[in-house]
């Protein structure tokens, strides 16, 4: 059972954090504003219609790129402070990316994709090895290692994707869309795995449009024209054993 200490200090924190873009004269402004704290340990969506600022966000949050205002403070680290090597650096140690479009090296194999993040770490091959095959049977892949990626199905290529993100053991999983293109059943399978990794402690991140793919996480904060305009809690995940079907009780719907 996975448990939010509200004492801690929160993994992370982003206080008036706006971004603006020039397109020619028009200033965008994609995040304006946005207060939030996320301790370690919870699953948290973000949920808003197209161009509402939620890939934006993501990209400050991963430290892929930085705001024209306000402070983010990543594991009570300022990043502002750092220069971008620093921010390179965290970004390989803390964070971990799962995309839509799984961005898998194509001439690489299972195992090659997942070692990747390693090599910057300056991890030694057979630990390289040893961590990623690790990796790869924790999202049931462990007799694929040796696919590339056009030999495996959309969701085996997404798992690709989980196990490199988890390789090096991140802070924080962020995934944008994840599910964005799987087809129903398989985005399931992908959205277990990331219940189970929540479960087994990890820190996760959803980016999505979809309001039940949103429903998974125990938190979901809406987005809309840059800002925050909701943050709830609610109780865990999906379809439960112990809930009754969908359509087995009296419903208030006509
Ligand atoms: P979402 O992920 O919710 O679809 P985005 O964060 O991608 O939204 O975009 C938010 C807004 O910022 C949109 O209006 C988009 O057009 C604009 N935007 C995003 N990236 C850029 C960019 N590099 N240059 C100019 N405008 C951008
Ligand atoms: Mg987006």
Avoid: W
């Avoid at 706006?18 to 207060?35: P, W």
């Amino acid at each position: 059972m996975s448990v939010v200490d509200k004492d801690a200090p929160p993994l992370l924190e982003l206080i008036g954090i706006c971004k603006r873009y020039l397109m020619g004269e028009v200033e965008v402004r994609a995040l304006d504003d946005v207060h939030l704290r996320i301790a370690r340990n919870e699953y948290v969506s973000f949920i808003g219609p197209s161009g509402s600022g939620k890939t934006t966000l993501m990209n400050i949050v991963g430290c892929l790129d930085r705001p024209s205002a306000g402070t983010y403070l990543l594991n009570g680290h300022n990043v502002e402070d750092m220069d971008d090597n620093q921010l390179a650096g965290i970004r390989n140690r803390e964070i971990g990316f799962v995309f839509q479009n799984f961005n898998l090296l194509g001439r690489a194999d299972a195992l090659h994709n997942v070692m990747q993040p390693l090599v910057y770490r300056g991890v030694p091959l057979a630990e390289r090895r040893r961590l990623a095959a690790a990796a790869l049977e924790r999202v049931g892949l462990g007799d694929r290692m040796d696919h590339r990626p056009n030999q495996l199905s959309g969701g085996q290529r997404q798992r690709v994707a989980i196990a490199r993100a988890l390789v090096g053991d991140p802070s924080i999983l962020l995934a944008d869309e994840p599910t964005g293109n799987l087809d129903t059943a398989t985005a399931r399978e992908i959205m277990a795995m990331f219940a189970a990794l929540h479960a087994a402690g990890n820190t996760i991140i959803l980016v999505t449009h979809d309001p039940e793919v949103a429903a998974h996480a125990r938190r979901t904060v809406t987005i809309r024209d840059g800002r925050i305009i909701g943050d709830n809690l609610h109780a865990a995940s999906g379809p439960r054993a112990d809930a009754p079907a969908p359509d087995a009780g009296t419903s208030a719907a006509p």
